[in-house]
């Protein structure tokens, strides 16, 4: 992350915290205030996301439950594309960077989810974090799992509002870019859509959920213990 963006996060971090609307409760109305902040985002607030049970580059079985005390920041991708593909998953390894740089590193997941299955073999998805620069640590690469359809991924894809479709004369897909955010206990939060939002948004909006979250954690531990104090 370089120094100017470093600073560019802190200054927005800092006029965030500075809104009246967040000055006792950091998560309260987020929403309102990123669609502001940012033309590309799209509140969601679904009470779940599309869950899946998928494979990763080694064959263990990945649901999106396993990540349910995490943010989870989703993307759909295949290894094959040679258009936005790289472009969206530069940008992710820019936002993981800087969201590894702090604490926030053991509470984000990055998942990215294959829609070429049948061409995006074991080999490829272990190579690719390293061709991108991403951080296998809290990033991983999915693809079907034994038993499931060559197009269970582009299934999914669809659950999510995206469409993957094959173009009649090359073997290319076409398709957009958008980044999901799967807010901690599986609520589907928003979305961010194509290459031009700002990088420094969604970690800022990633940083308010984890906040809103610890907020809701402290106000359940301080009834707990005010009605355990009266029994």
């Not at 902040?37 to 996301?49: C, G, H, K, L």
């Amino acid at each position: 992350m370089t120094n100017l963006t470093r600073r560019s996060a802190l200054a927005a971090l800092a006029a965030l915290a500075a809104t009246p609307a967040f000055a006792n409760h950091p998560g309260e109305n987020l929403d309102a205030r990123m669609m502001e902040m940012e033309d590309y985002f799209q509140r969601i607030d679904e009470p779940s996301a599309p869950a899946f049970e998928l494979q990763d580059a080694q064959g263990k079985l990945v649901r999106l439950s396993d990540y349910n005390d995490k943010i989870v920041v989703l993307y759909f991708i295949y290894a094959g594309c040679n258009d936005v593909c790289p472009l969206h998953s530069q940008k992710i390894s820019e936002i993981q960077s800087a969201i590894n740089e702090g604490p926030m590193k053991d509470m984000v997941q990055f998942i990215a989810i294959t829609t070429d299955p049948a061409n995006d073999t074991s080999e490829i998805l272990q190579a690719y974090p390293e061709v991108h620069g991403l951080d296998t640590q809290n990033w991983v690469f999915l693809t079907t799992a034994a038993g499931q359809s060559e197009d269970a991924t582009r299934r999914l894809a669809r659950e999510y509002g995206l469409e993957f479709t094959m173009t009649e004369d090359t073997d290319m897909m076409m398709h957009a870019a958008v980044t999901h955010v799967i807010d901690i206990g599986g609520r589907f939060a928003g979305k961010f859509h194509g290459m031009n939002f700002k990088n420094v948004n969604l970690v800022l909006y990633v940083s308010e959920l984890i906040n809103n979250a610890q907020h809701r954690q402290r106000e359940r531990g301080w009834f707990d213990w005010l009605t355990g104090a009266f029994r």
